[in-house]
């Protein structure tokens, strides 16, 4: 599902950021990708996304090869990949419910698929019962389960959860690794980027360690070596 292969990113010839990543993740796998800061975790989520190029190397998602993919095809790129940040990017003006169909409106879905959608991904992260609530009537806890939901509108093959707890306490940082874990049982590939050493800890899935743009050890039992 996910493979690189030599991939390297430079911004300065110095200075490389990533450095010979070779990485394969198989569909409906449950990874952690952990390290310090500035050991290249964020990069590796920009690359996944063809937010940033690699300077040398393969990207493979699925059957798309992106590691040079054009500009124009990044938007149906990004509809099978879904993508979960630390900031929740909410529109304030916009309820819970017109949030998630906002992410179906831009791509051009008809109002009959959106109202057949929204309700369903709402229902799968527990928040039917305040679609019409907006974001400032909401936990930190509840507004990122509007990006969870807002992530699945394209019914993607893969997750990607960058710090995705980040901003939260612990109970809400287990409600949301939760719904992770039950959105990977419906066969999605999650990959989640953090530096919570509970959370990885509890989850006991595969574990990529990063330290100075390099994988440093890439554990199938969970362990966090850093």
Same mark, same amino acid.
């Given at each position: 599902?996910?493979?690189?292969?030599?991939?390297? +990113?430079?911004?300065?010839?110095?200075?490389?950021?990533? %450095?010979?990543?070779?990485?394969?993740?198989?569909?409906?796998?449950?990874?952690?990708?952990?390290? &310090?800061?500035?050991?290249?975790?964020?990069?590796?989520?920009?690359?996944?996304?063809?937010?940033?190029?690699?300077?040398?190397?393969? #990207?493979?998602?699925?059957?798309?090869?992106?590691?040079?993919?054009?500009?124009?095809?990044?938007?149906?790129? %990004?509809? &099978?990949?879904?993508?979960?940040?630390?900031?929740?990017?909410?529109?304030?003006? +916009?309820?819970?419910?017109?949030?998630?169909?906002?992410?179906?409106?831009?791509?051009?879905?008809?109002?009959?698929?959106?109202? &057949?959608?929204?309700?369903?991904?709402?229902?799968?992260?527990?928040?039917?019962?305040?679609?019409?609530?907006?974001?400032?009537?909401?936990?930190?806890?509840? &507004?990122?389960?509007?990006?969870?939901?807002?992530?699945?509108?394209?019914?993607?093959?893969?997750?990607?959860?960058?710090?995705?707890?980040?901003?939260?306490?612990? #109970?809400?940082?287990?409600?949301?690794?939760?719904?992770?874990?039950?959105?990977?049982?419906?066969?999605?590939?999650?990959?989640?980027?953090?530096?919570?050493?509970?959370?990885?800890?509890?989850?006991?899935? %595969?574990?990529?360690?990063?330290?100075?743009?390099? #994988?440093?050890?890439?554990?199938?039992?969970?362990?966090?070596?850093?």
């Amino acid at each position: 599902m996910i493979k690189l292969e030599g991939v390297s +990113k430079f911004y300065s010839p110095t200075a490389p950021v990533l %450095r010979d990543i070779n990485l394969t993740i198989a569909p409906g796998e449950f990874v952690s990708v952990v390290g &310090q800061s500035g050991a290249g975790k964020t990069t590796l989520v920009k690359l996944l996304i063809a937010e940033e190029r690699p300077t040398k190397g393969q #990207i493979a998602i699925g059957d798309w090869d992106i590691t040079g993919i054009a500009s124009s095809i990044i938007p149906y790129l %990004r509809r &099978q990949i879904g993508v979960i940040f630390q900031d929740f990017k909410l529109l304030p003006k +916009k309820t819970v419910a017109e949030n998630v169909a906002f992410a179906l409106e831009v791509a051009g879905e008809r109002s009959g698929r959106i109202n &057949q959608v929204v309700p369903q991904v709402l229902n799968i992260v527990g928040l039917n019962g305040k679609a019409g609530r907006y974001p400032s009537q909401l936990s930190g806890g509840e &507004q990122q389960r509007v990006v969870i939901a807002r992530s699945l509108v394209h019914r993607p093959k893969v997750i990607i959860a960058d710090e995705p707890t980040g901003n939260l306490d612990s #109970i809400n940082t287990g409600e949301i690794i939760e719904i992770l874990k039950k959105i990977n049982e419906f066969g999605t590939t999650i990959l989640l980027v953090t530096h919570n050493r509970e959370v990885v800890n509890h989850l006991r899935r %595969r574990v990529i360690t990063l330290a100075n743009g390099e #994988i440093i050890n890439d554990d199938a039992e969970g362990k966090y070596v850093l």
